[in-house]
């Protein structure tokens, strides 16, 4: 090694990642994702003043600031508010209005799942807003959480850059749902009062996070193996209430093998139902 800049990392250093990685987050690399992994790791090495090899041992101690620096690396994703447009029309004109016509005064607790930086959140709460109106008079809670430390502490303080609330917003929306400060965006304390971020690593039992009506887990699990496929759908299954709904990506489905789950459709956009 000539110099941190230059570390190459050898096949079998590769492969010891690669388990690592997917022990930790469930995320299934291969050999060929071998570029990812260096461009996503090599700030890290520069960070930390280290080779792979320094970086392997410190990252199986698992909780290690160099562990976490490598989760958050792996696991951030692209994400912008309102994000594929389907999934908040259909939490707007179909799950809130079905879930509140029995019982107006119903608590409504929706998650959402591996939330990145937290743009999915808040656009959910910015939904809840327009369909409820007065949040300070319904019980309203929306959940999210992510593996990484980072990005739970980034997406808690609701700030954001002009490019990012300019991508899936209308000058309308930013100017309803945003206070600017000097060079960023803040979501007004309204959005904030109701939005919430923990840690969770959803591939992990819930514990006593308790029960949701509906959750948002889009865009992930396409990055499981089968089995981990498997075990997040379980999961999210154990935190949601009864005839609870699971929102998944697009290009996402859930086998029907699982048992716990009917797929349901309404104006194009599919959703999944609890099976009690």
Known sequence: MDSIGNTVMTDGELDQFIDHVRLETGINLDTSKRYLLESRLGPILQQFSMNYS??????????????QALISAITTNETYFFRDEHPFNLLKYKLIPDFLRNNQNAVVRIASAACSSGQEAYSIAMVLKETLFDLTERSVQVQAFDIS??????????????????????????????????????????????VSFSKQNILKPAGMMGKYNIIFCRNVVNYFGLKDRALLFDNLADMLLPEGVLVIGATEFINDQTGNFVKKSDKGSVYYEKID
Request: charged content about 35%; proline content about 0%; hydrophobic content about 35%.
């Open 54 to 67: 320094e970086l392997l041992r410190s990252v199986v101690i698992g909780g290690s600031i160099e562990n």
């Open 149 to 194: 430390d980072d990005i739970v502490t980034a997406a808690s303080k609701g700030q954001y850059s002009k490019f990012e609330v300019e991508r899936g917003l209308s000058e309308e929306k930013i100017h309803r749902y945003f206070d600017c400060v000097e060079d960023r965006y803040q979501v007004k304390a309204e959005l904030c009062s109701i």
